[in-house]
């Protein structure tokens, strides 16, 4: 059992808060806002290397800077971030104390030195073979060392967040059924369990290949397990954005869902269905069937999309319900234009419901079919796509919560209120902005990868279209003000964090 000292209670959810709980959300949380700033800086100088007007960097600088950008921004920032968040889950929302807190502690170095070496070798210029590192591309040994590293930190991580809540069960510190945002994260966890073993799995060989040990690699095998982890790593930022979309739903008007039981089956298709997806990056490889092909892409794939369909009716629901609960009947829409827009919560959640359904969700579909996926997969079109689905989707949900974080569980008031209000809308219409640019030059055959997206003109000159350069133009000021927006939550998070006012136990304040 455990001893009142070793927590606090908070004064609006009334839920406990341990210190060694806090400590760990604290560090992994200003953790990956680093890694996000490190992120943020080598997307604005990739993407003004793609806009042909400035065409910024020489290609070595390019490639090098893409793949710092790819492993900062889609693996480290948003996997410290979603350590952070199961921590927050499970022993948080269930008033338990954390699972061993010296072995989350051991998780977390061995992310953050891994992380770290994989910077270094990238940088460096010993790792320029991009996110997906495709055999035969050779990183330094170093390189792929700290990938294994990273990866067993984040499954030890995963393995204290089910071990907190057994213990919580053990000793019924809640009732009922677990809160939707646990069984969401659970969701999550269970998918960065299969993910993150990838990850490990292929990059043992892939080690011990780079030091000379195992002589030949098999490119399809690599391919096939590598994106288990490439690909997978998107499904665990579904999920965890999706449950952070009910939580800032309860935490800026009060929402909750109309029937739970609907949405954790949802959760469950996830679980369930959800990595299928990762094959759409092998529909040109010779290792798979057609038949294989064409159920993975259509009939699995659609009931996880079915999942998203059932979240993205759901949330609007428990949205409307809640705000005519607060008084605001009047029309169809009242309920809507009275929402709280002046806090940065719910813009946050309106764009990321938004940008992840109507931009990256819609495409994922289409793309994710085999006749398609084989047409568009290295365009432009589909950066265009998991930029709306990792980016607008995900990343623009942690923002949002991370506003909320800040007074409730780290008790600092946030310096900047005002820039954290306009961040969303900044961040938000960069992002639509971009991702559309990407998705319209990719359809008029813009490069995906590619240092010079008009390099077509000098080899296959009948192929490329003029308009491909007005839609580049789009993407980059899109990415501008992306990466603005971007800023300004470093700065709001960074500020509010370190040197925000300290607020006293019982002040029940939110924003």
């Not at 679980?271 to 529909?283: K, M, Q, T």
Request: proline share 4%.
């Amino acid at each position: 059992m455990t001893n009142a000292a070793e927590f606090r209670t908070c004064p609006i959810t009334g839920k406990k808060v341990f210190k060694t709980t806090q400590n760990l959300m604290w560090i992994n949380a200003v953790t990956a806002v680093v890694f996000i700033l490190i992120g943020g800086i080598m997307a604005l100088l990739v993407a003004l290397t793609r806009w042909p007007a400035v065409h910024l960097l020489p290609a070595d600088l390019f490639y090098r800077f893409l793949t710092a950008h790819g492993l900062n921004m889609l693996i480290f920032w948003i996997v410290f971030f979603e350590i952070a968040g199961l921590y927050f889950g499970s022993s948080v929302l269930l008033n338990v104390r954390l699972a061993t807190p010296k072995l989350a502690w051991l998780a977390y170095l061995l992310m953050l030195v891994g992380a770290v070496m994989v910077d270094i070798m990238v940088f460096t210029g010993r790792a320029d073979v991009m996110f997906t590192s495709y055999v035969p591309l050779m990183a330094h040994p170093l390189y792929y060392l700290g990938i294994i590293l990273f990866a067993v930190g984040a499954l030890i991580g995963c393995g204290i967040f089910f071990a907190t809540w057994a213990i919580a069960r053990a000793e019924k510190t809640y009732e009922g059924s677990v809160p939707l945002v646990t069984f969401g994260l659970t969701a999550a966890a269970i998918i960065a369990v299969f993910t993150l073993s990838a990850g490990a799995i292929i990059y043992i060989p892939t080690f011990l290949w780079s030091l000379g040990i195992i002589k030949n690699l098999d490119a399809a095998m690599y391919r096939l397990i590598f994106w288990g982890l490439g690909h997978s790593s998107q499904q665990i930022n579904v999920t965890a954005m999706v449950s952070i979309w009910y939580l800032l739903g309860a935490l800026t008007v009060g929402a909750k869902p109309v029937n739970e039981k609907i949405c954790r089956t949802a959760f469950v298709l996830y679980i369930l269905f959800i990595n299928l997806a990762s094959e759409h990056h092998l529909l040109t490889d010779p290792t798979l069937s057609s038949a294989h092909k064409i159920a993975n892409t259509s009939y699995f794939m659609y009931l996880a999309v079915l999942a998203s369909m059932i979240h993205a009716l759901a949330i609007p629901m428990a949205l409307e319900v809640a705000q005519r609960k607060n008084g605001y009947t009047k029309g169809l829409f009242e309920w809507f234009t009275k929402a709280p827009w002046g806090q940065p919560g719910f813009p946050a959640l309106i764009f990321s419901l938004f940008i992840f359904g109507f931009i990256g969700g819609i495409t994922g579909v289409a793309y994710g079919t085999e006749q398609l996926a084989i047409k568009s997969h290295n365009t432009w079109a589909m950066t265009g796509h998991f930029h709306g689905t990792v980016v607008g989707g995900t990343t623009l949900a942690f923002m949002g919560l991370t506003y909320y974080v800040i007074p409730l569980i780290f008790r600092r008031e946030l310096i900047g209120k005002k820039l954290a209000t306009i961040q969303p809308y900044i961040f938000g219409i960069g992002i639509v902005l971009m991702s559309l640019g990407m998705g319209a030059a990719g359809t008029l055959g813009s490069p995906r990868r590619h240092w010079d997206v008009t390099f077509a003109v000098s080899i296959i000159p009948f192929s490329f279209d003029p308009t491909v350069i007005l839609f580049t133009t789009v993407a980059a000021i899109g990415a501008m003000l992306a990466v603005t927006g971007g800023a300004i939550y470093v700065l709001v998070s960074v500020l509010s964090v370190f040197f925000g006012r300290k607020m006293a136990a019982n002040e029940a304040k939110i924003i």
